[in-house]
């Protein structure tokens, strides 16, 4: 999953911002509330179910739900690779014609956006069938070479139930890639940042503190250095952001003045989120402490984020006020609680993990 959906870091602004020399549109304060509402709700939706299936993932020996472990050294290199990503980005918005980029990458994010849904739908609907629905399992397996010496690439189980699931996924991708319409991009960010956040795995408390560290500078490098990150994310037409138009309430469903969220925002502090829950299953108390601590510190910090853009009316790099917000409120419950020895030991075992995965479900 790390290498199928390029997640870049983006800032939280409104979308008029980016214009140059166009008129603004002023939003009503209802709109503006509700507009950021939602954006925050729709952040908190993929973190706390995508740390919950992160815990039941690591059992699973079907291919697509493997997760994709993050070392240290990964999530060093992160940032420079995100840097060189952000920037040739800008430089092909800058050389080449933006329709054909656009063009290109809406075929490349229509596909994989069908995956994604597919796969986060899959456990709903596997309670909304009846249990006399006939059900085939199908499996899809690819390997390379023969004999003693044959090497398992592809093993894809799924079902009928998964199929029902793609053809539902196949309406939102037509209606993305014919409309562009921000309900359908919503749900395609949805779905990769929940599947992010579910596939991607820290495997310690410190390789998560160098990741979110090197992305604290590279968000407000990018932010308020220069202003290629906000060029990016106005002319990149993919859904790796949230939006939310804050004239819903004067113009329904065709309103037009949205307010953004980059799926960055969400999924990076997301990962940190979920192996805290991991963390807390670990230490066999019955308590989720780590887990809920670092989820009200994203609300935290994303509503600070939200009051000092509206402040100094500026489009702020969320990153700036979620990493602290995440790393330093756990770290003080660590402390208090004397467990800050045992955080920083603590390694994931992926075994251990998935053996506790239905007392979690119970729990919470």
């Known amino acids: 999953m790390a290498e199928e959906v390029p997640v870049v ?49 690591a059992k699973s020996k079907n291919s697509s739900d493997m997760p994709e472990t993050i070392t240290s050294r990964d999530a060093a290199r992160f940032p420079l690779i995100a840097s060189c990503t952000l920037f040739g980005l800008y430089l092909f918005f800058k050389i080449f014609s933006q329709e054909y980029i656009n063009l290109l990458l809406s075929m490349y994010f229509f596909l ?61 991708g037509v209606w993305y890639l014919l409309k562009k319409h921000w309900i359908a991009n919503n749900l395609f960010g949805l779905a990769f940042a929940l599947n992010g956040v579910e596939l991607l795995h820290l495997n310690n408390v410190s390789t998560g503190c160098i990741l979110l560290g090197g992305l604290f500078i590279y968000d407000v490098f990018w932010v308020f250095g220069t202003n290629v990150m906000v060029t ?17 309430l004067e113009h329904g469903l065709e309103a037009n ?51 000092v ?14 990493v602290p917000a ?9 402390l208090v609680k004397g467990e800050i020895a045992e955080m920083f030991r603590y390694e994931e075992s992926p075994n251990e993990v998935a053996g506790d995965s239905k007392q979690v479900k119970k729990e919470m």
């Open 9 to 57: 870091p983006q800032s939280l602004s409104d979308t008029d911002e980016a214009a140059n020399g166009t008129a603004k549109l002023v939003a009503t304060p209802a709109g503006t509330a509700l507009a950021y509402g939602s954006l925050v709700f729709m952040a908190l939706l993929p973190i706390f179910y995508g740390a919950l299936r992160s815990v039941r993932c």
């Open 112 to 172: 994989l956006g069908i995956l994604a849904l597919s796969h986060t739908l899959s456990p709903a609907m596997n309670r909304l069938f009846p249990v006399n629905f006939p059900n085939k399992q199908y499996q899809l397996l690819f390997t390379q070479g023969s004999g003693e010496t044959k090497e398992e690439i592809v093993n894809y189980e799924f079902d009928t139930k998964d199929l029902v699931c793609l053809a539902f996924s196949s309406v939102v």
């Open 232 to 248: 990016v994310a106005k002319s990149f037409e993919a859904p790796i952001k949230l939006v939310f138009p804050q004239d819903l």
């Open 257 to 307: 003045n949205f307010a953004m969220l980059g799926l960055g925002d969400i999924v990076i502090p997301g990962i940190f989120i979920a192996l805290l829950l991991r963390f807390d299953i670990s230490l066999k108390k019955n308590t989720h402490t780590y887990f809920y601590t670092s989820f009200l510190a994203y609300i935290f910090g994303l509503g600070l984020t939200i009051f």
């Open 309 to 322: 853009m509206h402040t100094f009316k500026h489009a702020q790099p969320a990153l700036l006020y979620l």
């Open 326 to 334: 995440c790393i330093g409120f756990p770290l003080v419950m660590a």
